[in-house]
Each structure stands twice: as structure tokens, then as C-alpha cells.
């Protein structure tokens, strides 16, 4: 804070980035590193661990402050800045009732999203009836931590799929699923009219890629093979030939909501390549 304070004259509040990172979280421990944090005049330290490890920062504060090792000072002048901030953006504990959004956005925003997905080869996508047999494997992912937009992604995607294809049958793998769901998903896989596998990041996770295979081995001949790469577009080609591949560059609720109506040609394919792929 030398250089922030004194040399470059900020007088505003001090963030850190996240704690639980583990090069900081390996060496020094969550107590640690929250004491010298506050010792190096940080102001808002970043909790986006469990409870328990804001817990062990929380009680490691206390103790420094009972014990004087942080004075009480640092954590008045932290209250300080804090309060100017609320008052210069008018920011209080009263919030009033919201109104409730208008329901044309959400409408937009599926609308938006939608025209952010590519089909490759580009053009030549066929859309899936909405009377067909769809099986959908949706591979999940291990989030590093709930600070990355946490909520219920297979639940999200199961239910617009659901609504838009009556016969379709979702199983949702976790990121080390066991056995009787790859099993599950295998024979699903032997049972339907066509199939799209969702990846997340399958270029590290190859067990997605190891099961994904299986289950396209066990689809019925003639059966159409879809493979959606729901986060990074660099999944694309691990899984073989397939009929298609979509890219959605990202699986935010919005994005699941609208992958349905483009599979089943409800919405237009407008996107095009935003980076080159080998």
C-alpha cells in the first residue's frame, strides 16, 4: 500500500484477489495470509472458499487484533473507507422491493445467446426434429470455486431440453461419475435416434472423452451423432467423426436455454468463427 497510498495517492478501498488460489493457499494457510493482508493495508479481503476456511480467516483476524498484532486502527481506517464508498455511490442496508423483471427479457436475452452459437462445418447443420428419440450425455465440471456463477447447470439445461424435444432422455455425469451412471448413460446411448454429447473442457478432462466414445460405439446404426463443446471450442475433433459440432464458447444458464431451440432449427444459426481452429 505504500506505493497505492502514498506514492500514487489513492485514498479508496483496497481489494485483494482470491485467497484460496493455491500458490497462497498452499504456503501460508488462510489465517496467514488474511493477517498479512491486513498488515500490508488491504481492506476487503476476497471470500470465495467454503465457510469453514472464511471461518479459520475470520477467527485468525480476531486473535491478531485481541493480541495486537494488527492494530485497531487498520480496521477503523478500513471502516472508514468503506463508509465513504456507500455514501459516495449512495449504497445502504435499506434496499427497497425490486420490481419484478419484464419477461421479454428474458426472452432477449435466450434470443442473444442463441446468436452466439456456431455449427460446424458452418452452413451445413440439420436441425433435429422435436419428435425425435434425442439422447443428451451432459458432461458436468469441477468448479474451482463458487465464485464462477455457481447454479444448477444440469437442471437448467435438463429442463429446456425437456420442453423442447418430449422424448428426449438427459444424463448428467458428474466430474467422476461412477459406474452405473457411465452405465446408464452407455445404455441410453444404445436406445435412441440420436445423440448429442456435451463437453466441458474435454481437452483436460479425458475421461469425457473415454466414456463420450463408448457411448457413441453403442449407438444404433444410423443413428445422428452431435457433439456440443459447452465451454472452450478446442474440444472440437476429440470425439471422432460426428455429424456436427456446436460451439457455444461458454454454458451460462442463458446459453443451456438456448441450446435446445437451436438443436431443434427454433432458432437460426447466426454466429460465425470468432477464432481459427486447427
Known amino acids: 500500500p505504500g506505493i497505492l497510498r502514498h506514492e500514487l495517492g489513492f485514498a479508496g478501498v483496497i481489494y485483494t484477489d482470491s485467497l484460496s488460489m493455491q500458490a497462497i493457499e498452499d504456503r501460508y494457510g488462510h489465517g496467514v495470509a488474511a493477517v498479512r493482508c491486513k498488515l500490508a493495508g488491504v481492506d476487503m479481503l476476497e471470500a470465495n472458499e467454503p465457510i469453514a476456511h472464511q471461518l479459520t480467516r475470520f477467527h485468525a483476524l480476531a486473535t491478531a487484533l485481541d493480541e495486537g498484532r494488527i492494530p485497531a486502527e487498520v480496521f477503523a481506517a478500513t471502516n472508514a473507507r468503506l463508509d465513504a464508498l456507500r455514501a459516495r455511490y449512495g449504497i445502504t442496508g435499506n434496499v427497497p422491493p425490486l420490481d419484478a423483471p419484464d419477461p421479454a427479457w428474458e426472452s432477449d436475452a435466450v434470443r442473444i445467446a442463441a446468436h452466439t452459437i456456431v455449427a460446424l ?81 474435454a481437452t483436460d478432462n479425458t475421461d469425457q472423452v473415454d466414456i463420450a466414445s463408448q457411448a457413441i460405439a453403442a449407438t444404433p446404426s444410423g443413428a445422428r451423432v452431435i457433439h456440443v463443446a459447452l465451454r472452450g471450442p478446442y474440444d472440437r475433433g476429440l470425439l471422432g467423426p460426428v455429424e456436427a459440432t456446436i460451439l457455444t464458447f461458454g454454458d451460462p444458464a442463458v446459453t443451456l436455454r438456448a441450446l435446445p431451440a437451436v438443436l431443434a432449427g427454433e432458432r437460426p444459426l447466426a454466429a460465425t468463427m470468432p477464432v481459427a481452429l486447427a
Do not use: C, K, W, Y
Not at 126 to 151: K, M, Y
Not at 182 to 188: G, K, N, P, T
Open 121 to 201: 462445418p458452418e452452413g451445413e447443420f440439420e436441425p433435429l426434429p422435436v419428435d425425435t428419440t434425442i439422447g443428451f450425455i451432459d458432461f458436468q465440471r469441477l468448479r474451482s470455486s463458487e465464485a464462477e456463477d455457481p447454479f444448477n447447470r444440469a437442471g437448467v439445461f435438463r429442463q429446456a431440453a425437456e420442453a423442447m424435444f418430449p422424448h428426449a432422455r438427459v444424463v448428467a455425469l458428474g466430474h467422476e461419475p461412477g459406474a452405473t451412471d457411465v452405465q446408464r448413460a452407455i445404455a441410453m446411448a444404445g436406445e435412441i435416434d440420436a445423440l448429442v454429447v456435451m463437453t466441458r473442457d
